[in-house]
């Protein structure tokens, strides 16, 4: 079965899956703090600010799940873990270019939007 | 202040406020459905499967107290009211054809991802 949408169609799965992933709450920012070059836990969570470590640890596991993070736990002491993109996350690229580029021209920074 | 954001810096408060709106459950894809034309309330909802008229009720005023959908009310009998998107708005395009494109390279269409 082909599933690939019309440039637009009213609807498609696809489109609506990723709009939602990378839409959900820290999700577009963890991306793009790894896209900065963050590989290491604490230096995402040092990049972005109001996010706590429950909601990274979870954000990242759904990541990996996507295959758009991958996780690598190097056997030292002490253990070293760390998260780097994917060739699919790192391909969000243009997709993080497209939000940034419609933001410089449109967008409010966030001053405090209720959700 | 300069709220312009580098590309790519780590954090950067319009991309997240940005991701996080048309990423929020369904208004994504209503603004998909306005840029294939869809105008009535009714088309909107017919077009998407799951979306209830509530929540599209509730989408609609978001996206119109972020400038990006116009509400249109023709004194007619019965009255006729009809959703556009801004200037604002049809500039999603460009947001939209770039999940498009990574979603067609990438994506597994939605099978029932838990949320």
Chains 1, 2 share one sequence.
Do not use: N
Not at 13 to 36: C, D, M, Y
Not at 37 to 52: E, H, K, N, T
């Amino acid at each position: 079965m082909d599933q690939s949408c019309e440039p637009v169609s009213p609807y498609c799965p696809k489109f609506q899956h990723t709009v939602e992933l990378i839409g959900r709450r820290w999700s577009g920012a963890i991306v793009r703090a790894l896209l900065a070059g963050a590989v290491r836990f604490g230096d995402i969570i040092q990049q972005i600010p109001g996010l706590s470590d429950r909601l990274l640890s979870e954000r990242l596991r759904e990541l990996e799940s996507e295959g758009i993070v991958e996780r690598h736990v190097y056997p030292e002491v002490p253990v070293r873990i760390e998260y780097t993109l994917s060739a699919k996350g790192r391909e969000l690229l243009q997709v993080v270019e497209a939000i940034d580029s419609w933001a410089e021209r449109w967008a409010v920074a966030e001053t405090g939007m209720g959700r």
